[in-house]
C-alpha cells in the first residue's frame, strides 16, 4: 500500500484569459467543492498519509487552501516551482478526477481549458452516489437537491443536474441536462440551464437560456465560443452577493448630491474627456470617464454616478485599468483587481492619483490589504482637502 504520493499541479494559468480567476485551476469548483479536494479525499481512501504537491501557479493561493491537509488529517506539503518540467519524474499530474485522470485531448487553448472543466462537472455529477462527501439528496435517478432548496411543481427537471443549498428554481423553468447550480443561486421563470455550470449567488432572470455557458454573478463565459461577456442588464444574469458588497445607501445619495452640486462647475470648465475601461472588484468592468485637467472633484465628477448605483464606493483604491499590471507581483496585481474602487483614496494623499503611477501600488496594497482602520477616517478628515486638489 502507497503510503506517499507526489501530486504535480499544472501550470494552466495563462489560459484563462476569459474569467481571470485569482484561484489556479486546482481550486476551481468541481461540484461541491474545488478539484483538488477530490484528491485530498482520495488520499484519505487510500490511506495515504504524505503528500507532496508541487506547484508552479500561485502555490502561496494553493499552500493557504490546503493549510498542510489539516482538513484531511493528512500530512501536505506544497512544494513551488518554477515549471511543470521540474517536477519528480514520478509525480502524478492531476489533470482530472481521481476516477479518472486523463485529458481526451491536449489543452492548448482557452476554450479547451474550459470545455475540460465543464466536462469534469459533467463527470462529477454522473457519478455523485460514489462521493459520501454530500448533503443533497436524491430526488429522482442522477438529480440531487441541497437543503433550503425550493423548486416549483411546474419546473422540468432533467438528470443529471445537482442544485446545492438555498436555491430557488421557478416555474416552468428546465434545469439539465449536466447542470451545476451553487448554493444561493436563483434560476427565475421559463429560464433554461443545461450543460452549464452557476457559480454561487448567481441569479439567472426569466427567459433566459444558458446553454454550454459558465456564469458568475453577471460574467458570463460562453464555453463553446470561447468568449466572455459582463452582462450589465440584471434581469439577464446578476450577481446577487452584490448586492451585500454595494455601498450603503448614505452614501449614494451624498455621491448623487455632490454630483449635482459640482455640475454647475463642471459646465463652466473646460475639461477634455477621456474614458478608461477599469476592473468593478467582482469580476466586471467600469466605463469611466475621466477628465485630464481640473481638481479632482470635476476630473472624477462621473465617477459620483457609479458610487450612487453601488459600483464604486465613495472611499477606496483607485480603479484599476483592465491593461493594468504589475510585473513583480502578479498575485498581488490580481487581489487588487477584485477590491472595489473608490472616488477617493489613500494614494491621493500621497500625490499619485492614477494607477498608471509607478509608486501608486504600494499605497493602494496598504489600503487594500493592509486592515487599517484608521486609513478611512484619514481619507474622511480630508475628502474636501482632496477634492479640491488640482493634480498636475
Known amino acids: 500500500m502507497k503510503q506517499k504520493w507526489k501530486l504535480l499541479i499544472p501550470d494552466w494559468g495563462e489560459l484563462d484569459d ?31 498519509e504524505n503528500i507532496e504537491v508541487y506547484v508552479s501557479d500561485r ?15 493528512r500530512n501536505v506539503t506544497v512544494i513551488p516551482i518554477q515549471s ?33 472543466w465543464l466536462k469534469l462537472n459533467k463527470n462529477w455529477v454522473k457519478h455523485i452516489e460514489e462521493y459520501e462527501l454530500r448533503i443533497e439528496t436524491s430526488v429522482c435517478p442522477g438529480g440531487w437537491v441541497g437543503p433550503q432548496t425550493r423548486i416549483h411543481p411546474s419546473a422540468k427537471l432533467m438528470p443529471p443536474f445537482w442544485i446545492q443549498g438555498k436555491c430557488d428554481i421557478g416555474s416552468q423553468a428546465v434545469i439539465g441536462p449536466n447542470a451545476c447550480i451553487g448554493e444561493n443561486t436563483i434560476v427565475d421563470d421559463n429560464a433554461i440551464v443545461r450543460d452549464t455550470v452557476l457559480l454561487p449567488g448567481t441569479m439567472v432572470g426569466r427567459n433566459t437560456e444558458l446553454d454550454q455557458v459558465a456564469a458568475d454573478g453577471g460574467l458570463l463565459i460562453d464555453i463553446k465560443r470561447g468568449c466572455r461577456v459582463n452582462i450589465s442588464d440584471a434581469f439577464i444574469l446578476s450577481d446577487l452577493g452584490s448586492r451585500i458588497r454595494n455601498a450603503p445607501l448614505i452614501e449614494r445619495l451624498f455621491a448623487i448630491l455632490l ?21 468593478d472588484g467582482k469580476g466586471g468592468t467600469l466605463a469611466l470617464k475621466t477628465g485630464n485637467n481640473g481638481c479632482l472633484l470635476t476630473r472624477r465628477w462621473h465617477w459620483l454616478k457609479e458610487v450612487f448605483k453601488g459600483r464604486m464606493r465613495l472611499i477606496g483604491i483607485l480603479p484599476r485599468p483592465i491593461e493594468w499590471r504589475i510585473k513583480e507581483d502578479q498575485e498581488l496585481e490580481q487581489r487588487l483587481k477584485e477590491v472595489s474602487p473608490g472616488f477617493l483614496s489613500l494614494s491621493d494623499l500621497h500625490d499619485c492619483h492614477s494607477a498608471d503611477d509607478p509608486n501608486e501600488w504600494v499605497h493602494a496594497s496598504y489600503q487594500a490589504l493592509g486592515r487599517d482602520k484608521n486609513i478611512i477616517n484619514l481619507i474622511r478628515n480630508n475628502f474636501w482637502r482632496l477634492a479640491f486638489k488640482r493634480s498636475v
Open 18 to 48: 476569459l474569467w481571470k480567476n485569482p484561484q489556479p485551476f486546482c481550486l476551481w469548483p468541481v461540484g461541491n467543492q474545488p478539484f483538488i479536494a477530490h484528491w485530498m479525499d482520495r488520499s484519505v481512501d487510500e490511506n495515504i
Open 59 to 73: 502555490p502561496t493561493v494553493v499552500r493557504d487552501y490546503l493549510n498542510g491537509g489539516a482538513y484531511w488529517s
Open 259 to 279: 454630483f449635482t452640486l459640482a455640475a454647475p462647475v463642471v459646465a463652466l470648465s473646460q475639461i477634455d474627456w477621456t474614458t478608461i475601461e477599469a476592473h
Open 84 to 116: 511543470d518540467e521540474k517536477a519528480p519524474y514520478d509525480a502524478i499530474p492531476i489533470i482530472g478526477l481521481p476516477r479518472e485522470n486523463k485529458v481526451q485531448t491536449g489543452l492548448a487553448t482557452t476554450s479547451d481549458l474550459f470545455r475540460h
